[in-house]
Structures are given as structure tokens and as C-alpha cells.
Nanobody
């Protein structure tokens, strides 16, 4: 079992930056079994799980990263394996980036591809609000 805790959310003006963190904890074996991690967001009014938007993924072994077109060039996903922490650096923020941001992780190969949202482990989310 793996627990994920996001932090770093808050309010920011359009054009600004914010860095989100996601700390993973749990059994060492479970943490090291994680194949990939990702960031997702859910805008206000889209509470159903299927309406979470995938925005970035990283494969923990290779470090390969993938981004949704909506954030490519503005957001950067990274990991600190020593600290078991995932990051999302968000630059050039826009009002439409306002959402609850979640990190997720999965030990099963391929679960971070194709924007799928049925990953095994999820954090509780952190709110980001971008004002114009």
C-alpha cells in the first residue's frame, strides 16, 4: 500500500508559477514497485472520477516524461527518488488551469499511458486557483 500526499496548492495570478509536491509513503517494497506516477486535475463542476484530466506522467525507472498538449511547454513533472517525492512545476499559469490537482501512482506497466485515470493510488488533492 502506498499513500500519496499533495501540497503546494494555493492562489496565484495569471502568468505566475506554482510548484506542487506529492510525497509517497508506505511499505518500501510497494514504493519501489511503482512503475509510473502522474498528475491529474479536476475542474470545478466535474466531480466524477472519469472527468479528471491527465496532464503529465513520469516513468520512475527511465525518467521518461509525457505531457498533455494543454500544459506542454508550461508544466514540468519531475521526481526525487531519494525523497520519494513527485513534483509539478507550473509556469505561465492561466485561469483555465484552476482545478483540484491530484497525483497518482501505479505499479502496473502501461497504466500511465493514454491518459487513463484508473491508477491504483491517489492523493487527496491540492487546490490551485489562478486569477486573471
Amino acid at each position: 500500500q502506498v499513500q500519496l500526499v499533495e501540497s503546494g496548492g494555493g492562489s496565484v495570478q495569471a502568468g505566475g508559477s506554482r510548484r506542487l509536491s506529492c510525497a509517497a509513503s508506505g511499505y518500501t517494497y510497494a514504493i519501489y514497485s511503482i512503475d509510473c506516477m502522474g498528475w491529474f486535475r479536476q475542474a470545478p463542476g466535474k466531480e466524477r472520477e472519469g472527468e479528471r484530466e491527465w496532464i503529465a506522467s513520469i516513468y520512475t525507472g527511465s525518467g521518461s516524461t509525457y505531457y498533455a498538449d494543454s500544459v506542454k511547454g508550461r508544466f514540468t513533472i519531475s521526481q526525487d527518488n531519494a525523497e520519494n517525492t513527485l513534483y509539478l512545476q507550473m509556469n505561465s499559469l492561466k485561469p483555465e488551469d484552476s482545478a483540484m490537482y491530484y497525483c497518482a501512482a501505479d505499479p502496473r506497466p502501461g497504466y500511465c499511458s493514454g491518459g487513463r485515470v484508473d491508477l491504483r493510488y491517489w492523493g487527496q488533492g491540492t487546490q490551485v486557483t489562478v486569477s486573471s
